[in-house]
């Protein structure tokens, strides 16, 4: 709590301008010294007069205690009203940013001098002798805590200074510990060395907490009396001052208070008298005047729009952050540096790339999909990066033009991110950790992990079936829900995958659960997040924390705030080259084709050096997303230049109808238009030595028999991509597929032939290539429908009853046992010997 000052004797008038005049600089060692002999001091005193203090809190102690403070730089302070500007990455100015746009300030010149001398008299009355501590005032702050002590009724007096006041309000920090009272004594004998006295008094009353959303001055004269600060009387310059001491008791709002307020007025008019600020007749008329107040709380609150663009106002907000965390200002103080001190903030934005975005946002063709659901407008936001450096080079955070919105979705709207999480939590952790490959094989059938219910399946696949034995190269390029969720669970572990997303600048290890394979975490991503994230795919697995500025000079050219790349390994090179190759199957014949490819046309020369139209292809990669509902749409991909994340929805979760390609749409156009021109090249420039190629069978993983290559779907061999150790053994060998002879007009109730025995026809005979799952599917309920592969398993076990030595005709055309007959035992044919045929390579 601030003192009341002391009334026992007469001060001279205080003459503010008077001091104008900066001191003279001593030698950095000097002001050190300096500064810490007067701590020192003052600690020896506070040891004395309150005894509170261990004996150890002395000499190098108080030194290790202010050292560890946060800077003051005085002349990062002075409002110098010079607007400060925002530079695109090669120079050129994309937004001017002005004082009166931020809060209200109001300059020395314009403040009423009989106001400062309120302020003086009442919270530090030789604010104009002291170098930024008054020791007298400690003292007798410590006597009245002891009279306190002994008598509980004696009121407390304050020790702090105006200047002390004001590092409280810059910094924020109310801590009431002597950690913290040592350091801002330290703080106010810095600012002391570097403004001067009308400097300090304008930052402190343009800074102070007035009660409620009010802070300085000005503001607070139009929240409690109606008028500007210059037109209040010298009755209302003491009832304004005194409201500072103690906000919540004497801010003017309701009857108590401002009895309140009014003593403490007349306790400010009494101390002005006293030191000869004012004449008795002044405080004899203000004493009497009856103060109108006209309290109105809508003038404190702090405006809700910007006109700057969404890239400008993450930049502002980044640079705020950034000075309160470097510099310990309070958000108001940075702010205010911000909108008045002419900084100079050169960011990484490519005019060329926010261009296109602006073009593609403002277009109402992209948003022109009806909804019956709602006539909420449809919103969507992206974000562009270069991955090898973390640099944002362009967003966009909603639908048309901007018009005032403060609501960045590109950097603010936290969505589910659907299947758009299953590279960076389950396929790429599992493959980096060596819990799966490529090759992995899950068995796709009905899933009731959420317990046994009829009609409650979960997880289920988008397309509403189950397809059966799944490699994890197909079951990320159809993003099939059962799979990746299987896989988190059972290789690559959920938490060892959230320990990977944290490493993407994603901490969520506090959901375990198996719901977030399918992105289903209680808090969602933006569009930054996501685009940060996916940098590690287009960077040979190095992560790229987002980056909106690289410097900030002040209005001398002096730099006061610096960026570098942050960025570090999370994949390993091998891991990424695998996953690229996956996550390219995802745009040329998964979830994102065609919307997924990157291409433009340009001309080319033929050898006969006629000019001709030819096609450039940029490769591309990517996954796309869809949350449960169908409530959000996203397509997060990269090429070898930049990495984009698109999200499209409603701000309200609405369901989406026909806006299946919406996002993916959004993301070609950007990312098509930025390319334009630009050569095509790999993600690598060479496969890693660590990776090798194998050739498996892609129902089993292993390697493969002849009879892979004779599935009736086609052949089941292909080349795969594994870290090197982690490919099957020459051992290893598929036993899924194998040869079975059947009868082919004998079927089993899911329409497969049974096999076949000694007495059917040679001619209805026939060797065939089936599948067998490791291990066998039993429906949980009988409504469950089989896996789509089901039909590509021998019917085991069911051998023709049509034909033999004693045949009863079957009913309805259904296989039936012979009378009194018995099933066959394996009939033991001979092995069918099919031609060996060459392996089909991966594309």
């Given amino acids: 709590?601030?003192?009341?000052?002391?009334?026992?004797?007469?001060?001279?008038?205080?003459?503010?301008?008077?001091?104008?005049?900066k001191r003279k600089t001593a030698s950095p060692a000097g002001i050190l010294f300096g500064i810490v002999g007067r701590i020192i001091l003052l600690a020896l005193m506070i040891l004395i007069l309150g005894g509170s203090v261990v004996g150890g809190l002395v000499g190098g102690?108080?030194?290790?205690?202010?050292?560890?403070?946060?800077?003051?730089d005085p002349s990062n302070l002075v409002i110098q009203n010079f607007n400060s500007y925002i530079y695109d990455k090669d120079g050129n100015t994309i937004a001017e940013l002005k004082k009166e746009e931020n809060r209200v300030w109001i300059d020395y010149a314009n403040i009423p001098k009989q106001l400062i001398n309120a302020y003086v008299a009442l919270e530090d009355k030789r604010f104009f002798e002291h170098d930024g501590i008054d020791y007298k005032r400690i003292g007798s702050a410590m006597i009245s805590y002891l009279k306190h002590f002994v008598n509980p009724e004696t009121d407390i007096q304050g020790g702090s200074t105006i200047d002390q006041q004001l590092i409280k309000n810059l910094t924020g920090n109310q801590e009431t510990t002597i950690k913290r009272k040592l350091q801002e004594q330290w703080q106010a004998i810095q600012l002391e060395k570097g403004l001067t006295k009308e400097e300090i008094i304008t930052l402190y009353l343009n800074t102070v907490p007035m009660g409620g959303n009010f802070y300085g001055i000005e503001t607070a004269a139009?929240?409690?009396?109606?008028?500007?600060?210059?037109?209040?009387?010298?009755?209302?310059?003491?009832?304004?001052?005194?409201?500072?001491?103690?906000?919540?008791?004497?801010?003017?709002?309701?009857?108590?208070?401002?009895?309140?307020?009014?003593?403490?007025?007349?306790i400010c008019l009494n101390l002005m008298l006293e030191q000869g600020l004012i004449s008795q007749s002044e405080h004899d008329a203000a004493i009497a005047e009856k103060v109108q107040f006209k309290y109105n709380p809508q003038a404190g609150k702090v405006t809700t729009t910007s006109l700057q663009s969404y890239f400008v106002d993450e930049v502002i907000r980044r640079v705020k952050n950034d000075l309160m965390q470097a510099r310990g200002y309070s958000e108001l103080t940075a702010l205010t540096i911000i909108y008045g001190n002419g900084l100079k903030i050169h960011t990484t934005m490519d005019p060329k790339i926010q261009s296109v975005m602006?073009?593609?946002?403002?277009?109402?063709e992209n948003f022109s999909i009806k909804n019956k659901l709602t006539d909420e407008p449809a919103q969507a936001a992206m974000v562009v990066m270069d991955p090898l450096t973390g640099e944002v080079r362009g967003l966009y955070g909603g639908q048309g033009e901007k018009m005032g919105s403060v609501f960045n979705r590109a950097t603010q709207a936290e969505r589910s991110p659907g299947s758009a999480i299953k590279p960076l939590l389950v396929y790429g952790p599992g493959i980096d950790s060596l819990k799966l490959t490529a090759a992995t094989v899950v068995d796709d059938v009905p899933q009731y992990l959420n317990g046994e219910e009829k009609d409650k399946q979960w997880p289920r696949n988008v397309e509403k079936a189950n397809f059966g034995l799944t490699a994890v190269r197909e079951g990320l390029f159809r993003s099939r829900n059962v799979v990746a969720t299987l896989l988190l669970i059972n290789k690559t572990g959920i938490q060892n995958g959230l320990e990977y997303l944290s490493k993407l600048g994603i901490d969520r290890r506090e959901e375990v659960y198996a719901s977030i394979a399918m992105g289903g975490f209680s808090r969602g991503m933006t569009p930054l997040q996501m685009t940060a994230a996916y940098t590690v795919f287009a960077n040979k697995g190095t992560y790229s924390e987002p980056m909106f500025y690289t410097k900030v000079l002040d209005n001398s050219d002096k730099l006061i705030l610096e960026k570098t790349p942050v960025q570090k390994q999370v994949f390993s090179p091998e891991t990424v080259y695998i996953m690229d190759n996956m996550l390219s199957d995802?745009?040329?014949?998964?979830?994102?084709?065609?919307?997924?490819?990157?291409?433009?046309?340009?001309?080319a020369k033929d050898k006969n050096g006629k000019e001709k139209e030819v096609t450039v292809t940029i490769p591309?990669?990517?996954?796309?997303?869809?949350?449960?509902?169908?409530?959000?749409?996203?397509?997060?991909?990269?090429?070898?230049?930049?990495?984009?994340?698109?999200?499209?929805?409603?701000?309200?979760?609405?369901?989406?109808?026909?806006?299946?390609?919406?996002a993916k749409g959004i993301w070609n156009k950007v990312m098509v238009a930025i390319h334009d021109q630009l050569p095509a090249k790999p993600f690598f420039d060479e496969m890693p030595a660590n990776v090798i190629k194998a050739t498996v069978c892609m129902d089993s993983g292993m390697r493969p028999t002849d009879a892979c290559s004779k599935d009736p779907r086609g052949s089941r061999v292909r080349e795969e991509l594994f870290i090197k150790g982690t490919e099957p053994k020459e051992e290893e060998i598929c036993a899924v597929h194998y040869v079975a002879r059947v009868d082919r007009t004998q079927l089993d109730g899911l329409g497969r032939p049974v096999l076949a025995t000694e007495f059917c026809p040679p001619e209805m005979v026939e060797d065939r290539v089936f599948i067998r799952r490791p291990v066998e599917y039993k429906p949980v309920f009988p409504e469950d429908a089989y896996p789509l592969d089901a039909i590509y398993e021998?019917?085991?076990?069911?051998?023709?009853?049509?034909?033999?030595p004693v045949?009863?005709?079957?009913?309805?055309?259904?296989?039936l046992p012979p009378d009194g007959g018995t099933l066959p035992v394996d009939p033991g044919l001979p092995p069918v010997e099919p031609p060996v045929t060459e392996p089909v390579p991966v594309p």
């Fill in 358 to 364: 602006d073009g593609v946002f403002h277009d109402p």
């Fill in 1 to 21: 709590m601030n003192g009341t000052g002391n009334t026992t004797r007469k001060a001279p008038v205080q003459k503010p301008a008077a001091n104008a005049v």
């Fill in 807 to 815: 045949v009863t005709p079957p009913a309805g055309g259904e296989s």
């Fill in 794 to 804: 021998a019917a085991e076990g069911e051998y023709c009853t049509y034909h033999g």
């Fill in 620 to 662: 591309s990669a990517g996954k796309t997303g869809t949350t449960d509902e169908n409530k959000d749409k996203w397509f997060c991909g990269f090429t070898p230049y930049y990495v984009g994340a698109a999200w499209y929805g409603y701000d309200t979760a609405v369901k989406l109808t026909g806006a299946d390609d919406a």
């Fill in 586 to 603: 995802v745009v040329t014949k998964g979830t994102a084709y065609p919307l997924g490819i990157v291409n433009y046309k340009t001309t």
């Fill in 222 to 266: 139009k929240g409690y009396y109606g008028k500007d600060v210059q037109d209040l009387s010298l009755a209302e310059y003491a009832s304004l001052s005194g409201i500072t001491n103690w906000p919540n008791k004497y801010m003017p709002i309701n009857a108590e208070n401002i009895e309140a307020n009014m003593e403490r007025a007349h």
């Fill in 61 to 72: 102690g108080i030194y290790g205690i202010i050292m560890t403070a946060k800077p003051i």
